[in-house]
Nanobody, 115 residues
């Protein structure tokens, strides 16, 4: 069974940066669209960024120009570089792997941005 393990969350002041990582077990990574989503307390889960197997990326409007998604197929890892963080970026960030046969989530990593 494919497992996704996120890391890199933590507490940072507004304007700071964090880099999240998500390691995917097994051989499905290179065949999967990888995404980062987030969920703030009392809010619905929303798309942050995703990257297809071909390297095309898409971002949520609120993070465009500040966040960058990347993937390393050799390491089965997807990254989310988050710059110019704002208090409204505070949320649990989830990694997602999706292809024709699966749609799998990690357990999430908490990002807290203080003003």
């Amino acid at each position: 069974q494919v497992q996704l393990v996120e890391s890199g969350g933590g507490s940072v002041q507004a304007g700071g940066s964090l880099r999240l990582s998500c390691v995917v077990s097994g051989s499905a990574f290179r065949f999967s669209t990888m995404g980062w989503y987030r969920q703030a307390p009392g809010e619905q889960r929303e798309l942050v960024a995703l990257m297809t197997t071909g390297g095309n990326s898409n971002y949520g409007d609120s993070v465009k120009g500040r966040f960058t998604i990347s993937r390393d197929n050799a390491e089965n890892t997807v990254y989310l570089q988050m710059n110019s963080l704002k208090p409204e970026d505070t949320a649990v960030y989830y990694c997602n792997a999706r292809n024709f046969v699966m749609n799998t989530w990690g357990k999430g990593t908490l990002v807290t941005v203080s003003s």
